[in-house]
């Protein structure tokens, strides 16, 4: 079973960046991004950033700090998040859909994001 698989997450100082990926752990496999979600102790899991086509989306509270992304050549989808807070920290996930937009709904196992203030 093909799973999307996050990277790129640690621990950093407020104000600092830090740059996600997604990717299919079988490359061979086509993935339709949906987009980043994340879900911080205690709070449900939120919708961070959307992509479709050529249009992005994102949650009033990263706009203008996050980047949502693609590179379809590398079948691979990136969030760059910079001006982090505090308020960032939280496990972030990938969505997306495997083998085309009529695939079946995939998430990955999520990469732990924190900031210090």
């Known amino acids: 079973q093909v799973q999307l698989v996050e990277s790129g997450g640690g621990l950093v100082q407020a104000g600092e960046s830090l740059r996600l990926s997604c990717a299919p752990s079988?490359?061979?496999?086509?993935?339709?991004?949906i987009g980043w979600f994340r879900q911080a102790p205690g709070k449900q899991r939120e919708l961070v950033a959307t992509?479709?086509?050529?249009?992005?989306n994102y949650a009033d509270s990263v706009k203008g700090r996050f980047t949502i992304s693609r590179d379809n050549a590398k079948n691979t989808m990136y969030l760059e998040m910079n001006s982090l807070k505090p308020e960032d920290t939280a496990v972030y996930y990938c969505?997306?859909?495997?083998?085309?937009?009529?695939?079946?709904?995939?998430w990955g196992q999520g990469t732990q994001v924190t900031v210090s203030s």
């Open positions: 079988r490359s061979t496999f086509s993935i339709n991004f």
């Open positions: 992509i479709s086509g050529g249009r992005t």
């Open positions: 969505n997306g859909l495997v083998g085309g937009p009529f695939g079946k709904s995939s």
